[in-house]
């Protein structure tokens, strides 16, 4: 959940500013540390961030009524999120496999890759 971890770290640098809050590297190192774990223990439901972030938002002292600047937006940061998500887990899916071999590179490159309909024949058990 890359894009969750990087959106609530951000989302808590607004909520400081918006409220004229200053953070300390200490703080800042517990927004990291916060953002991370509760990046890991969402889950993949819409919206959820929100709540999320409630917790790491707690963790460093900032308000929660915070949530409400960004709740306006979250829709459109939800759909961002999700980008990057995808994007994250793609390229790792690509690393495992090329250092594991089973990457067949022609495919990989091949732009009309997908582009025509197949078959899937299942062996009879």
């Known amino acids: 959940m890359d894009g ?3 959106m609530q770290g ?25 953002a991370t774990l509760a990046s890991i223990g969402t889950a993949g439901v819409p919206g959820v961030g929100l709540i999320m972030l409630a917790m790491v938002l ?17 829709r459109l940061l939800d759909m961002i999120r999700t980008a990057v998500n995808i ?19 022609d495919v990989f490159n091949n732009p009309q890759a997908g582009e025509k309909e197949e078959t899937v024949e299942l062996a009879k058990a």
């Open 10 to 34: 951000v989302a808590v640098a607004f909520i400081a500013q918006a409220f004229n809050i200053d953070l300390s590297m200490a703080d800042y190192l517990a927004v990291i540390l916060t």
């Open 58 to 74: 707690n963790q460093v002292g900032l308000p929660l009524e915070g949530i409400a600047l960004i709740m306006g937006v979250d």
């Open 4 to 6: 969750t971890a990087i």
């Open 87 to 105: 994007t994250g887990d793609s390229a790792v899916s690509v690393i495992v496999a090329k250092s594991e071999g089973a990457l067949d590179e």
